[in-house]
C-alpha cells in the first residue's frame, strides 16, 4: 500500500487536513520520481533497458492519473485561505491535466518504442558506424562538404523508421489535449508554461526578424570563404558553428569538470554539499541535469572541445543549482515550468561569456574584444535551429498527416537561411525531444530570452557576473529558492523591473 493511500481523500474536512494530505502525497510522488530517475540513468548509463523501469513508469502514472486525488484537488482549490496552500492546489491541478496526456498507456508505450529505438540507433557514415555526438562533430566541423552532407542523410534511416510512430504519437496527444479543451497538444504544453502558443511564435519570429541582419551577414561571410554559392542544410552548422566561435584550445574537453568546479570555489558554492556531480557519457542530447534526491544531482554531457560546450556544461550547472537552492517547503513547489527551468540554466549559461572569464581562462585583450563577434555564430546556430525546431513541431501537431518532411525542410529552409532539402530527418534529428521532451524546444529560445533580460540587470547591479558572491547570492534569492510558489513570469519581472520581451536578446545578438 502507497502512503497516501494510508488517508481517505473523502475524510479531508479542513486545512491542517488538505495541507497533511498534499504532504504525504507530494512525499510518495518525489520517491517514485527519484526511483524513475535513476533506472532512467541507469538506461543512458548501459544503453539498455534496466529491469523494472516499465513498471516505475507505470506506479507513477498511476499516482498522477487516480481520479480520488484529482477529485480532491478539484474539491479544494479556491476553498483555502493560505494562499500557498492555495498555490500548491493549483499546480497539482495542472499536475493532473499534463499526466491525463502523458501517463496514458497508449502514450507511454509509443514513447518507450521511439526513445529505445533511438538509444540503440547507430548512425552510418560511408559505411561506418557513429554515435550521435559524433555525427553532430562532422557537421559542425568537417571542412569536405560532401562527407558533411553523408553525415547530414545519416539522420534519414532512423526518421523513417520512426515517422509512422511518432505521427501516432502525435495524434494520441492531440485526442487526449482536445478532451482537456485544448486545440491542440502543442497549445496545451504551451499553457502549461503560462504563455500562449500564437503569443511564443510571435516571440520566435519577432527574435528572428529583428536579428535577421546580423545573421545573414555572418552566414553569407562564411559562404563566400568557403566558396559557397548556395547554403545547403549541411552547411549550416559549419558555417555558423565549426568555423565560428573562440580557439577551441582554450576550451579542451578535459577542462570542463575542472571549470565548473573552479567557478564553485571561487563563488563560495559547495557541489559536493548540494550532490551535484558530473558524469560524462553517449547520451541522445549535449547535456541533460537529473534529480535523483534532494542532494543528488547529476550533470550529463556528452561533449566535445569547444567553448559552446563549456556553455552547455554551465547550462547544465544552471538546471543543478536551481534545483538544489529551490527551498520553498514543497516537492510540488519545486517543480517549476519547463521555460523557466531552462532560463535559470542559461542564467549560468551566458557566465562563460563574461569578459572577466574570458581572460581568466587565458584569453589575451584582442580575443577578448573578438570574442562577443566570434561567438556570435555559434549562438545564432543554436537559436535558429531551436526556433526551427519548435516551429515545426507546431506545424506537425497541428497537421500529423501532411508531409512533415516537406514542411520540416521548409521551416528550416527559412528560419536558416538554406536551400529546402526534404529528406526525411524531421523524426530523427532533432532525436528523442519530440517523444520524451514535447513542445520542448521553444523554451531554450525563450530561456535566452529571459537570461539575456536578467544579465542585463546583473550587469546594472553589479558590473561584472564573474566572482561576484554577492550576485550570486542574488539569483539564489530571487530566482532559485522560491521555487514555484511565485510565477516565473513576476519572479522576473519582479526583479528586472520589466516584463518578458526580446528586446535585451536582439541587442546581444548585434539587432
Not at 59 to 71: F, G, N
Not at 91 to 109: I, N, T
Not at 380 to 385: C, D, I, P, S
Not at 415 to 423: K, N, S
Request: proline share 4%; glycine share 8%; with cysteine.
Amino acid at each position: 500500500m502507497s502512503q497516501s493511500e494510508h488517508l481517505d481523500p473523502a475524510l479531508v474536512q479542513d486545512e491542517v487536513g488538505v495541507r497533511r494530505f498534499l504532504d504525504t502525497l507530494e512525499l510518495e510522488l518525489e520517491e517514485r520520481s527519484s526511483h524513475l530517475s535513476l533506472l532512467v540513468f541507469e538506461q543512458y548509463e548501459t544503453r539498455k533497458r534496466p529491469q523494472g523501469l516499465a513498471e516505475a513508469e507505470a506506479a507513477q502514472a498511476l499516482l498522477l492519473s487516480d481520479p480520488r486525488y484529482q477529485e480532491f484537488v478539484a474539491r479544494w482549490i479556491g476553498k483555502v485561505a493560505d494562499p500557498l496552500l492555495e498555490r500548491r492546489l493549483l499546480l497539482w491541478e495542472r499536475a493532473f491535466q499534463g499526466a491525463r496526456v502523458s501517463a496514458r498507456a497508449d502514450v507511454r508505450e509509443l514513447v518507450n518504442e521511439i526513445s529505445d529505438t533511438i538509444v540503440a540507433f547507430r548512425y552510418q557514415i560511408q559505411g561506418e558506424e557513429y554515435d550521435l555526438g559524433a555525427v553532430r562533430h562532422i557537421l559542425r566541423t568537417e571542412r569536405d562538404r560532401e562527407r558533411r552532407r553523408q553525415a547530414w542523410l545519416a539522420f534519414a534511416p532512423l526518421s523513417e523508421r520512426l515517422d509512422r510512430k511518432t505521427r501516432d504519437l502525435f495524434r494520441l496527444r492531440n485526442e487526449a489535449a482536445r478532451a482537456e479543451g485544448f486545440e491542440t497538444y502543442a497549445h496545451m504544453q504551451i499553457a502549461a508554461q503560462g504563455l500562449a502558443l500564437d503569443q511564443v511564435k510571435g516571440i520566435l519570429t519577432e527574435l528572428a526578424e529583428r536579428s535577421n541582419l546580423a545573421y545573414r551577414r555572418i552566414l553569407e561571410a562564411g559562404a563566400e570563404r568557403n566558396g559557397l554559392e548556395q547554403v545547403q542544410p549541411w552547411d549550416t552548422k559549419f558555417l555558423l558553428d565549426g568555423e565560428g566561435g573562440l580557439p577551441k584550445a582554450f576550451f579542451p574537453r578535459s577542462g570542463i569538470e575542472g571549470r565548473l568546479a573552479e567557478w564553485a570555489e571561487i563563488h563560495g558554492v559547495d557541489l559536493n554539499e548540494l550532490g551535484i556531480s558530473i558524469h560524462f557519457m553517449d547520451i541522445p542530447y549535449n547535456g541533460l541535469c537529473m534529480t535523483l534526491g534532494r542532494r543528488d544531482i547529476r550533470i550529463l554531457g556528452n561533449p566535445a572541445d569547444g567553448h559552446n560546450y563549456y556553455k552547455t556544461s554551465f547550462h547544465e550547472l544552471g538546471h543543478a543549482l536551481h534545483s538544489a537552492y529551490s527551498d520553498p517547503g514543497s516537492y510540488i513547489l519545486r517543480r517549476e515550468p519547463s521555460v523557466f527551468s531552462e532560463s535559470m540554466a542559461e542564467m549560468m549559461g551566458y557566465l562563460v561569456n563574461d569578459p572577466s572569464w574570458l581572460a581568466h581562462v587565458g584569453l589575451s585583450e584582442e580575443q577578448i574584444r573578438s570574442a562577443g563577434q566570434e561567438a556570435m555564430g555559434p549562438w545564432f546556430a543554436y537559436l535558429r535551429q531551436r526556433s526551427a525546431h519548435a516551429l515545426f513541431e507546431y506545424e506537425a501537431y497541428a497537421n500529423p498527416d501532411g508531409d512533415l518532411d516537406r514542411i520540416n525542410a521548409e521551416v528550416e529552409g527559412h528560419m536558416l537561411g538554406c536551400t529546402v532539402d526534404a529528406t526525411p530527418r524531421w523524426a530523427s534529428e532533432p532525436n528523442a525531444w519530440y517523444s520524451r521532451y514535447p513542445v520542448y524546444w521553444q523554451n531554450y529560445v525563450l530561456a535566452d530570452v529571459v537570461a539575456s533580460q536578467i544579465h542585463r540587470d546583473l550587469r546594472r547591479r553589479f558590473g561584472s557576473v564573474w566572482g561576484s558572491r554577492e550576485a550570486v547570492a542574488f539569483m539564489r534569492e530571487m530566482y532559485w529558492a522560491p521555487g514555484g510558489s511565485v510565477e516565473w513570469q513576476e519572479k522576473v519581472s519582479r526583479a528586472t523591473g520589466e516584463g518578458l520581451g526580446t528586446a535585451a536578446l536582439v541587442a546581444d545578438l548585434g539587432g
